[in-house]
């Protein structure tokens, strides 16, 4: 069995997915509305210590999940939330969440990829795809024009080359090829892993590039 820890601001859903759970690997062992009130429950005495977190932050502040990962560390973190957010994504990757999820799973789906979490993968949300991604790191400013700080930006909100193309007033191939020539230049392996960098830079958010 695998002790969870589920946190999420409504309690209805918290009991469908308790219920949900019955009968598979997973047993809850702890539930909150929110990060504050588990931090504030003494975590360090459940028992058995929960090896996974399913969370949906709600209007939890910035700082309360890095904390909740300081008092849980050997727990894998799973966001699970209504929608795909930006600010959300931004904030599974800085706290090196293992999941982000949506709701519109089934639950056939929900447990396979709770169990690929924990098998060690990192899950992202691409066409409800599983990524293994290696986490890129924060680096220093590496001269990127404005196209290209565009280009990420549009690639942190999931456009096509053909959304990217008609956005910038490009040819498609020519955004192509400059997908292409920026993902070497920031060293990513695809577009998930540039968009995560784009989020570590903060470039999803307004910021003043030079040409």
């Known amino acids: 069995m695998t002790p969870t820890l589920l946190i999420d601001p409504h309690r209805l859903f918290r009991q469908g997915l308790v219920r949900l ?7 809850v062992v702890a539930e909150h ?15 058995p210590a929960p090896r996974l977190i399913v969370l949906d932050p709600g209007s939890d ?5 890095p904390a909740l990962r300081a008092a849980i560390p050997d727990a894998r973190l799973v966001m699970l939330t209504s929608n795909l957010q930006t600010d959300r994504l931004r904030q599974a990757v800085e706290a090196h969440a293992d999941g982000y999820l949506t709701k519109d799973h089934d639950p ?16 992202l949300p691409a066409g409800l795809s599983a990524f293994r991604i290696p986490a890129p790191k924060p680096a220093a400013p590496r001269g990127l024009t404005v196209r ?7 690639l ?3 456009d096509s080359n053909r959304m990217i193309a008609d956005h910038l007033s490009l040819s498609e191939m020519v ?3 400059s ?3 920026l993902l070497r230049k920031i060293k990513a392996a695809n577009r998930t892993q540039a968009a995560l960098w784009a989020i570590h830079q903060g470039l999803d958010r307004p910021r003043a590039l030079s040409a």
């Open 21 to 27: 759970l019955e009968g598979s690997r997973y047993q």
């Open 33 to 47: 509305a929110t990060v504050e009130e588990a931090l504030a429950s003494r975590l360090s005495e459940v028992r």
């Open 61 to 65: 502040k910035a700082q309360s999940i």
């Open 108 to 123: 056939g789906e929900l447990t396979a990829a709770l169990d690929r979490v924990m098998d060690g993968h990192t899950l």
């Open 148 to 154: 290209e700080a565009e280009i990420l930006r549009r």
């Open 156 to 158: 942190v909100n999931g």
């Open 175 to 177: 955004v192509k090829a």
């Open 179 to 181: 997908v292409k020539q």
